[in-house]
């Protein structure tokens, strides 16, 4: 289905109706909606309760019994305290590796930060994604006409927005300052602009939802057993261990199915990781592999976030994509994993779920 453009109910202004925004509203048997991200933005200005529990995670009573008898503590590399501000070191490595590769950071860890910083500002990420969305649009023109000089006017008049919204107090000054630490980087090509993207959703995965969900508190492993693929998938020869592709995928699959996961739900980010197999099978350059990985990790934590998996998907994935990033060997070793698992999970999850 081709974007739409509609007509703001409160400004008069047009603004598209994205053909992803309009499977998603259609899923979720909404009606299309009738202002503009920006409108939209100004009616939500009422910050949402910082406080949290699990029950109110958008997990039931099974799943925290479940955390209760397998979560071990947090390690500390994951669970260190994170700014209430922006970092003023924050992008100063910019987007890319020294490879010209999106770095695991912009993914991951500064994503994280800045969802936590805007959290604390009281900015969900329905807010978030309103902007994401302006931004979208001007992505799909770029791709459209290819010309970037066009792209970064729009980025111009896209930053006078933020600010309009700052002067209104629509937004928290740090998501202005967001904006402006990521500007200067966005408008230097198109590259830099789709590393921009990247970024910003994975920032929308990691903010608190309306449902007061933060995919952030299951990064750590809550749910799943302390010593989970302890080491590696290998044993001292370089051969899989047996608990590699039998006992974890059984004990794994027992979880998922606690936690409410459904089979049509992980075949696809089983077949996700599937088709960058076939792609690394294809070229032979692991290290070109490693934004995908990455992205795939973003990814549950994106689908956590719209209840599509469980938190508890968040931590497995997580954990995996950290051996998997090492080397090809290791992430091969990921994708025999899995295999397993959807094996293991015939039969055992229930069958259909809500789509992504």
Known sequence: MPDKKLTCKDCQRSFLFTEREQKDFALNRWDPPKRCPDCRA????????????????????????????????????????VPDRIPADYLHKGYFDQRGLLRREIFASEARNIANVLNIRGTTSTRLRSFYNTLEAINYHLQQT??????????????????????????????????????????????????????????????????????????????????YLKGSYYDENGYLRRETIIEWPKVIVDIFAQAFLSSTA??????????????????????????????????????????????????????????????EKGFKGFVDHFQSIVAFAKGKLKEGGKGE
């Open 146 to 227: 290819g010309d970037f000089n066009n792209t970064k006017v729009k980025l111009a008049s896209f930053q006078s927005t933020v600010e309009y919204a700052k002067a209104r107090k629509v937004v928290p000054s740090e998501f202005h300052d967001f904006i402006e630490r990521n500007l200067p980087l966005a408008e230097q090509d198109s590259e830099s602009f789709a590393g921009f993207l990247e970024h910003y959703k994975s920032v929308i995965a990691y903010a608190k939802t309306d449902k007061n969900f933060s995919a952030g508190d299951w990064i750590a492993g809550q749910g799943l057993p302390p010593n």
């Open 266 to 327: 992980l075949r696809r980010f089983y077949n996700k990781l599937k088709g960058l197999d076939t792609k690394f099978q294809f070229n032979r350059e692991f290290y070109r592999l490693l934004p995908n990985l990455y992205a795939f990790e973003r990814d549950a934590a994106y689908a956590a976030a719209r209840q599509v998996v469980p938190g508890v998907f968040i931590g497995f994935v997580v954990k995996n994509v950290d051996l998997a990033s090492n080397d």
């Open 42 to 81: 100004a009616k939500k200005v009422t910050a949402p309760s910082a406080e949290m529990s699990v029950a109110k995670a958008g997990v039931t009573q099974s799943r925290t019994e479940l955390a209760a008898n397998f979560s071990a503590a947090a390690p500390t590399t994951r669970a260190a305290s």
